[in-house]
């Protein structure tokens, strides 16, 4: 079990993100502090995730944002993160 903790707590809280008066930019920030943790998850575990999440919210958002890191970062396979054999460009779909 995995908890995404960041230091300044309050920038990623439920209400942070559902707040009324949150500007785009503040959630972009928000997304990308998610992401990344995310995928510092996957990368201890050496495994690439199925991404599957509920349309028209902040999920969707995020497995999207998550997504494109995945595949950028497994486009190249000399530099990819995840250096296992098991895990190859080729299988993420």
């Known amino acids: 079990m995995f908890t995404i903790r960041h230091q300044d707590k309050s920038t990623i809280s439920y209400y942070s ?3 009324g008066d949150v500007k785009d930019t503040e959630m972009d920030e928000i997304m ?4 990344d943790s995310l995928i510092s998850v996957f990368v201890t575990l050496g495994t690439v995730p199925i991404i599957r999440c ?3 919210n902040a999920a969707e958002m995020v497995g999207e944002k998550l997504d494109k890191k995945l595949r950028e970062n497994l486009r190249d396979a000399r530099n990819s ?7 190859q460009s080729g299988q993420v779909r």
Do not use: A, E, H, K
């Open 54 to 56: 509920p349309r028209g």
């Open 17 to 19: 993100m559902n707040r």
């Open 32 to 35: 990308d502090i998610i992401v």
């Open 81 to 87: 993160l995840f250096t296992t054999d098991s895990v």
